[in-house]
């Protein structure tokens, strides 16, 4: 689609992402770099009356998915609900980052007996941020350490409890525990901002190995856009989109998880990839200078 600026590849692209998205959520990392790459090539072209429509195909596609899911489970189990427990995961890290004073930011009764229950656990076992900072270690090493301790022993598990206690069976439970979540994920990282946003980042830097690799990509990057937008290359235009997927992923991961190998493993032929071509541009450019 890409190297021949045809839009209408887009209906097998969307065929073929809707099956890897149902697989594996991870992929929808893939559907905004779609977006930037179609949203590039209608600006190009000035043709976004005749081409906005590859545009709704790639945003609704999200939401195809999690319909066709949510039907399913509907249809199996007997709950219209997605699968993932997506904020269980993405609230790990702001009650790895809350203070004991978070609990005021909530009024249900449920929201605050959760809250205390989660943040006991963590406390009386030193996995809050604070304990870990004030004895100097690095707190996103010491987050991703103990990842599975503040997510599945805790903010899961003893969350499945909480609902057990109230009577709900295994499917209920997981169902129940993922709408609180998603309740109260976002005022906690409202709260502690800047804390998260700082782990955020040392957690999307320690995907590509150093903050030196991850500004490297975005050199590369940029480099690539400049000779893409010069001379419309089609070396260039795969460069720009591996390292956009990349960049993607890597985000993704960071937001809800933590950033270790068998999650971003996918594009580690990136940069060996990248560094042959452009190696291969300039001695080729060499031979012609020299002839």
């Known amino acids: 689609m890409f190297v021949e600026e045809k839009l209408s590849y887009i209906y097998k692209i969307s065929l073929v992402l809707f099956f890897l998205v149902l697989t594996r959520g991870q992929f929808i990392a893939v559907v905004p770099v779609l977006v930037l790459t179609v949203g590039y ?22 939401f ?19 699968n993932a427990m ?9 009650f790895y980052i809350a203070n004991e004073d978070d609990i005021n930011l909530f009024d249900e009764e449920n929201e605050k007996t959760y809250f205390k229950l989660i943040y006991d656990s963590l406390y009386e076992a030193e996995l809050t ?49 993922n709408k609180l979540c998603s309740k109260m994920v976002f005022p906690l990282i409202k709260q502690n901002l800047k804390t998260w946003c700082i782990l955020f980042f ?44 990349m960049l993607a992923n890597n985000a993704l991961i960071a937001l809800a998880v933590h950033s270790i190998k068998r999650y971003i493993f996918y594009f580690d032929w990136v940069i060996f990839v990248v560094l042959i071509l452009f190696l ?3 001695l080729k450019n060499k031979r012609i200078d020299e002839c």
């Open 41 to 62: 090539l209608i600006f190009k072209d000035k043709s976004f009356a005749k081409n906005y429509k590859y545009l709704i195909i790639l945003v609704a596609l999200p």
């Open 64 to 82: 195809i998915t999690s319909l066709t899911e949510k039907v399913y489970n509907k249809i199996v189990f007997g709950h219209f609900v997605n």
């Open 280 to 282: 291969n541009e300039i």
């Open 202 to 245: 040392k957690n999307l830097k320690n995907a590509f190995g150093s903050f030196k690799g991850l500004l490297m990509f975005l050199v590369l990057l940029g480099y690539g856009i400049f000779f893409l937008i010069k001379n419309n290359s089609t070396i260039y235009k795969f460069i720009v989109l591996a390292i956009l997927f």
């Open 86 to 94: 997506n904020y269980v995961h993405l609230i790990s890290s702001p």
């Open 129 to 177: 941020h604070d304990q870990n900072f004030s004895i100097e270690t690095d707190d996103y090493k010491f987050y991703e350490h103990n990842f599975t301790k503040i997510c599945n022993k805790r903010v899961y598990k003893l969350g499945l409890e909480f609902f057990e206690e109230k009577g709900l069976d295994y499917y209920e439970q997981n169902i129940a525990l």
